[in-house]
């Protein structure tokens, strides 16, 4: 072949390689799991005016709604998506180690949780989120779960016998509810409602700025305060996409998380102060009055095994966590 044919082939065959990332570059998706007007929403949408801002707009963060969290994680690790803001639901079938914030009655109250995540003990486990292929960005919030049910009021842990009641997928959440006496059956958050219709499960456990966001009264007339589990989200992304910004922008790019986290945490905070009187004026049952020492004492032999499988020192850890 002609040196020139030659040369002119090799530039066409490299070309797309060159603009590939380039497009990569100048366009950021973020996927998570609830309605734009939730406390999702509102996290991703300050992630992207304060990245868009700092950059000059040269970046455009696209939000995208994907009710699969499971599926969310699996593209941000194979790089087919940026980021997800998710539950950690799912997350420790992906990084073992998150597993421990998913434990039952770990967290006082928002201080005590937002304050162990955002110390040496929270970044020590986002660090392990790389040797998953994944990048841990921040601690973010879904706020403290409570039980909803179709068929009866709860106010003691016998009253959660025989429920069938859906959970994430997560063996902590699951051996919990175990270990009362119910039925856990885990499912995607998309299939939750169609289950709940139909009568597959009677009942589901979540924090009420998710019961609000989704509606779940349409579906469930009792709720229960229990606050049985702090749920953590997380900003997770793909590495590479970390990689390719520069360090002025990288810097941007973790501002803006910081920015993502703030607006998050105060929706989550003013979705539970008025989401209770809300869900009510919906027409569910609230009860409020909830024997959590009862609960403790009911889910002891679950404690013990958490000790025993998840790693029992962190967990004393995060449990006797004091601010300085």
């Known amino acids: 072949m002609h040196p020139t044919r030659r040369a002119a082939l090799a530039a066409v065959l490299a070309a797309p390689l060159f603009a590939a990332p380039a497009l990569a570059q ?40 994907n009710d ?24 420790g079938n992906f990084v073992p180690e998150v597993r421990n914030v998913d434990v039952p009655f770990l967290f006082r109250d928002y201080d005590h949780a937002r304050g ?46 025989g429920l069938k009641v859906r959970t994430m997928e997560n063996q902590v959440h699951m051996r919990a509810f175990q270990t009362l006496g119910a039925l856990p059956t885990p499912m995607a958050f998309s299939e939750l409602v169609p289950a709940l219709q139909q009568g597959t499960v009677d009942g589901q456990e979540n924090p009420i700025p998710v019961i609000v966001a989704n509606n779940l009264n349409q579906v469930q007339r009792y709720l229960t305060l229990t606050g049985h589990v702090y749920s953590p989200a997380v900003m997770i992304c793909n590495p590479a996409t970390l990689q390719r910004l520069n360090q002025a922008d990288r810097t941007a790019f973790m501002e803006a998380a910081r920015a993502a986290q703030k607006a998050n945490r105060d929706r989550v905070s003013a979705d539970d102060a008025r989401g209770v009187e809300e869900l009510r004026r919906r027409g569910m049952t609230v009860t409020t009055e909830v024997d959590g020492e009862a609960f403790r004492s009911a889910l002891a032999p679950a404690f013990a095994e958490y000790e025993r499988q998840l790693d029992g020192a962190l967990l004393r850890r995060m449990r006797e966590w004091r601010p300085n």
Not at 32 to 39: C, E, G, T
């Open 116 to 161: 162990v995540l955002d110390s040496e003990i929270g970044q020590q486990l986002l660090q392990r989120f790389s040797a998953r292929g994944l990048a841990g960005v921040v601690w973010m919030e879904n706020g403290f779960r409570h039980l909803t049910n179709s068929r009866r009021e709860v106010n003691r842990p016998e009253d959660v016998r």
């Open 26 to 65: 100048t366009q950021i998706t973020i996927q998570h799991a609830l309605p734009l007007d939730s406390h999702y929403g509102a996290g991703a949408t300050a992630f992207k005016e304060a990245f868009e801002r700092a950059t000059g707009n040269r970046y455009r963060v696209v939000i995208q709604r």
């Open 68 to 91: 699969n969290e499971r599926e969310m994680i699996e593209s941000v690790q194979i790089g087919t998506l940026d980021c997800t803001i998710t539950s950690t639901g799912p997350v």
